[in-house]
């Protein structure tokens, strides 16, 4: 049973663009919720997080959106560029010590972003 | 800094058979995750370790099995290796504080035949 669901497996946009990447997710529990970012041939790396405290966090070109009620977040990536293009997981975690460390992903978002 | 790094990079084994995979955790990191991630899917919670001790598990059988040593660094084992466990396996550490992020090492790709 899937608990944090990436229904798209691809998305395709112009650079330039906003990039939306989508997530829901089942488990009330979840409190805190993460986007990593992966390069072929490479581990994830970290992008950007939100605590359910919250129902935006923004870091440069990347927001992350949280919709506590519709157990749904995005990520809005704007002006995206090539170099965005990757796979994007969504990832969330229920608390406790080190939980952040205790991640349930999706399976992934393949993104494209077209010169 | 020193990231996350994993050995070997690649490695095949025969059903049956029994696996070692080796990290050593970014500098200052106190926390070692192993994931696995098969094709097509996402990364999935093995276990933690933390201080030596397994600090928490995920839906894995007894025969995956880690260490973490005075240094941090880690060991995941696989015995009794099966063609399902065929997968690119991640290491990550963290800091067990706060909402510390999981930096990864670029894995094992293992393939069982």
Not at chain 1, 23 to 44: H, I, R, V
Not at chain 1, 45 to 70: H, M, P, Q, Y
Not at chain 2, 37 to 55: C, K
Request: charged share 15%; aromatic share 10%.
């Amino acid at each position: 049973d899937q608990q944090v669901k990436q229904n798209s497996p691809s998305l395709s946009v112009q650079e330039g663009r906003i990039s939306i990447l989508n997530c829901d997710y089942t488990n009330s529990m979840f409190d805190y919720f993460l986007w990593y970012k992966k390069y072929p041939a490479e581990g994830p790396t970290f992008l950007i997080s939100i605590s359910s405290i919250k129902d935006k966090n923004e870091d440069g070109r990347f927001t992350v959106f949280l919709n506590k009620s519709a157990k749904h977040l995005s990520l809005h990536i704007v002006p995206s560029q090539p170099g965005d293009s990757a796979v994007y997981f969504c990832a969330a975690s229920d608390g406790g010590s080190g939980a952040n460390s205790k991640l349930t992903f999706g399976k992934g978002i393949t993104l494209s972003v077209r010169p | 800094e020193t990231g996350v790094t994993q050995s070997p990079t690649h490695l095949i084994k025969t059903r049956g058979q029994q696996v070692t995979l080796r990290c050593s955790s970014q500098s200052g990191h106190n926390t070692v995750s192993w994931y696995q991630q098969a094709l097509g899917q996402g990364p999935q919670f093995i276990f933690q370790y933390y201080r030596e001790e397994e600090n928490g598990r995920g839906n894995f059988p007894p025969r995956f099995s880690g260490l973490q040593f005075p240094n941090y660094s880690s060991e995941l084992n696989v015995n009794a290796l099966e063609l399902d466990d065929s997968a690119l396996y991640l290491c990550a550490s963290s800091l067990v504080q706060g909402s510390s992020p999981l930096h990864f090492g670029n894995g094992t790709r293992l393939t069982v035949t």
